[in-house]
């Protein structure tokens, strides 16, 4: 910056409300400010929609799965080889042994799908807090329902469920052999995704296996590790480590795909979103103009006294500049006041059904800030600097002539 600009640059700071208070200078700040607390808003948001999903995912699955091939059934003795080989693993911080069959779930005529899990609550039961109310173990008859499994049953907790699960390979004289027996719900299971929450019920393992007639067999271990965004270098660590002999499945393998999709499709709306900022360019545009129109008598003066078309420019760009800087914090900080708003209310919640979880979050990333403010400044730059251009077109005599 020359001494000549920085001198109208100093005057225009110590008195700047001639610009300030124009109408074309007020739109072109709200514009901005507005655009990009949207923009932001939109950022924070969609990246709490990841972060809970993932977060959800995360705390509903194991990190690690090991089973045996071609879907077979770990002995009691194997699984117990398996724990002994890997409880020296610093990474791993629980194995828990469980059993999962679907069957059906049925109450007043309504039925549906369900996935049963056993767990032995002697050894462990990884989640204790998705079932507020419940600590220890379930009595015999006693199960864990869905949230949403329980509430299109029309069920509560003390309310009494029929499980009937169909054994395909029992067929008698007297046509299929079916497990069916109603068991009481002792508590209701909400970990807020929703495809876990309108399918899961969960009993005792030994329970399980005699109310399916049932060798005393497990379907996998649960892994869970420190680290979960290693689980996949971990699996295969694992995998090798055991020879080879059982399958290990991190949980990218059933949920990897879909974060893919939700983080792709944030970017996506960025793009739509930083659109919004450049529909508040034109403002920008139009209050420049405005300004070298009105200045066009000092544009003159200053070209008179050998002032540079390129000073000039300079001198214009940083005072329009400033504004717009200011501007583009204050959208910055009008996105985290919509974020957090849209965050705390409670008039609308996600639809399970459609978006996997069923609460708004917010989450507030210095990258997604950065990622802002850099597109923002960008676009907003190149839209006050493009009618700058007229600078050089202006004809001093005739501004002259013009005022005499």
């Known amino acids: 910056m020359d001494k000549l600009t920085g001198f109208y640059l100093s005057k225009y700071l110590k008195n ?3 610009n300030l208070f124009r109408f074309s200078f007020i739109f072109m700040i709200l514009g901005i400010i507005l655009s990009v607390g949207i923009l932001s808003a939109g950022l924070n948001l969609f990246e709490g929609y990841e972060q809970t999903l993932k977060s959800l ?8 799965t090991v089973q045996k091939p071609w879907n077979g059934y770990l002995s009691q003795e194997e699984a117990q080889q398996i724990q002994a080989k890997l409880a020296n693993e610093k990474d791993i911080s629980s194995i828990t042994p469980s059993l999962y069959y679907s069957l059906m779930a049925q109450h007043a005529g309504k039925v549906r799908s369900a996935q049963l899990r056993g767990y032995d609550f002697a050894l462990s039961f990884p989640y204790y807090r998705y079932t507020p109310g419940f600590q220890g173990a379930l009595a015999e008859g006693e199960v864990i329902v869905g949230h949403y499994l329980a509430k299109e049953l029309g069920l ?17 004289p007297l046509g299929i052999l079916n497990s069916d027996r109603s068991f009481k719900i002792k508590a209701i299971y909400r970990s807020g995704y929703y495809e876990n929450d309108r399918s899961l019920v969960i009993m005792g393992l030994a329970e399980l296996q ?9 379907s996998q271990l649960e892994l869970r590790i420190s680290n979960a965004d290693k ?5 295969e660590k694992y995998y090798h480590f055991l020879e080879e002999e059982y399958i290990t499945i991190p949980w990218e393998y059933y949920a990897g795909s879909l974060l893919k999709l939700v983080k792709m499709e944030k970017w996506l709306i960025f793009i739509v979103f930083a659109f919004l900022v450049l529909i508040a360019g034109f403002n920008v545009i139009s209050a420049v103009l405005t300004i070298i129109i009105d200045k066009s008598s000092e544009i003159a003066v200053l070209r008179s006294l050998g002032a540079s078309s390129r000073t000039i420019k300079h001198l214009f760009a940083a005072k329009v500049g400033i504004a717009a800087v200011m501007a583009l914090i204050l959208g910055q900080i009008l996105g985290i006041i919509l974020s957090w708003g849209v965050e705390k209310q409670s008039f609308y919640q996600l639809k399970g059904e459609v978006y996997f979880v069923d609460r708004l979050g917010a989450h ?16 907003i730059s190149l839209c ?7 600078i050089d077109r202006v004809q001093i005599i005739d501004i002259f002539r013009a005022k005499v």
């Open 364 to 379: 507030y990333s210095p990258l997604n800030f950065l990622a802002v403010f850099g597109v923002s400044f960008i676009l």
């Open 16 to 18: 700047p409300k001639r």
């Open 384 to 390: 006050i600097y493009l009618p700058l251009k007229r």
């Open 57 to 64: 995912l995360l705390e509903s699955f194991a990190h690690i």
């Open 156 to 172: 509560k907790a003390g309310d009494e469920i029929s499980l009937i699960y169909p054994q395909l390979d029992r067929i008698t």
């Open 231 to 235: 689980a996949l270098a971990q699996a």
């Open 210 to 218: 005699d109310f399916l007639m049932l060798p005393r067999t497990l």
